[in-house]
């Protein structure tokens, strides 16, 4: 009897546009069995959320580093070495 909000956090813009696509469209290599994500999402399921990128640790380092990033690697225990 329980009633739970299933949420599914990205940072990835591609997979954002997938999920709210209906079918494949011209993706390739994209599995019948793996639009069932389409739609629970469309069913509101599941419910689609985007990481901003000041709360996600996995991005740091992929872009110039800047304040934000100094502080997720803080949190990570991890420190910026001087040269």
Same mark, same amino acid.
């Given at each position: 009897?329980?009633?739970?909000?299933?949420?599914?956090?990205t940072?990835?813009?591609?997979?954002r546009g997938?999920?709210?696509?209906? !079918?494949? !469209?011209?993706?390739?290599?994209?599995?019948?069995?793996?639009?069932?994500?389409?739609?629970?999402?469309?069913?509101?399921?599941?419910?689609?959320?985007?990481?901003?990128?000041?709360?996600?640790?996995?991005?740091?380092?992929?872009h110039?580093? !800047?304040?934000?990033?100094?502080?997720?690697?803080?949190?990570m225990?991890?420190?910026?070495?001087?040269?």
């Amino acid at each position: 009897g329980w009633h739970l909000e299933v949420e599914l956090w990205t940072d990835s813009s591609a997979a954002r546009g997938t999920v709210l696509r209906h !079918g494949a !469209g011209k993706l390739k290599h994209l599995e019948v069995q793996e639009l069932w994500l389409q739609q629970a999402v469309t069913t509101s399921r599941l419910n689609l959320k985007k990481i901003p990128r000041a709360f996600n640790s996995a991005d740091c380092l992929t872009h110039h580093w !800047g304040s934000t990033d100094q502080k997720l690697l803080t949190q990570m225990g991890l420190r910026k070495v001087p040269r």
